[in-house]
């Protein structure tokens, strides 16, 4: 079945890139007409979207972090990636890959997350 | 940006017991409402989506409904796997944003 695997630096100096790359195995990421989201969640605080990409190749970031935001494609590679620039203490959260259903835009296959603390 | 609301922040609950969460939406949002379940330091899980239908493999104690502004999920009968944070999620404008959560804790 379809399975999601984040990876990437779990420690990221302020000012600084956070990327992460998102692997995606038992399907592909060019099929159907998924897109393909991130999601980050603080310690001890709720979720918050990131940003989707679509198979297209289309992306759509929450205007709260758009300025600094971008996701991409490796379709060859089948996995899809964020950067996140000019990081700060708030941006340490567990970072959370998933795939996002058409229709009701769900978010149906979620990655395990991956943490990342933002701290010199 | 859709606020969406969830009451209570937390709940107790006893096992077999029926319990419901509320999710209030700023707006109207038609049924796009969707429901998770996440477990200490696991991902969030979908239950419900499109306000009242089950996702594949979710128990069928669980159960959603409402539309516009104001939705319920209820758990008919809380088993021991049942305690967990639950949030909601609209999706009728982007970005999607979730309510904070309720934690359904053990009375």
């Known amino acids: 079945q379809l399975q999601l695997q984040e990876s990437g630096s779990g420690l990221v100096k302020p000012s600084q890139t956070l990327s992460l790359t998102c692997a995606v195995s038992g399907g592909s990421i060019a099929s159907g007409s998924h897109s393909w989201s991130w999601i980050r969640q603080p310690p001890g605080k709720g979720l918050e979207s990131i940003g989707t990409i679509h198979q297209s190749g289309s992306t759509y970031y929450n205007p709260s972090l758009k300025s600094r935001v971008s996701i991409s494609m490796d379709r060859a590679k089948n996995r899809f990636s964020l950067n996140l620039t000019s990081v700060t203490a708030t941006d340490t959260a567990v970072y959370y890959c998933?795939?996002?259903?058409?229709?009701?835009?769900?978010?149906?296959?979620w990655g395990p997350g991956t943490t990342v603390t933002v701290s010199s | 940006d859709i606020p969406v609301t969830q009451s209570p922040s937390s709940l107790s609950a006893s096992v077999g017991d029926r319990v419901s969460i509320t999710c209030r939406a700023a707006e109207t949002i038609s049924t796009y409402l969707n429901w998770y379940q996440q477990k200490s330091g696991r991902a969030p899980r979908l239950l419900i989506y499109g306000s009242s239908s089950l996702q594949s493999g979710v128990p069928s104690r669980f159960s959603g409904r409402g539309s516009g502004t104001e939705f319920t999920l209820t758990i008919s009968g809380v088993q021991p796997e049942d305690f967990a944070t639950y949030y909601c999620?609209?999706?009728?404008?982007?970005?999607?944003?979730f309510g904070q959560g309720t934690r359904l804790e053990t009375k």
């Open positions: 999620q609209q999706t009728y404008s982007s970005p999607g944003t």
């Open positions: 998933a795939r996002t259903s058409v229709g009701y835009s769900v978010l149906d296959v």
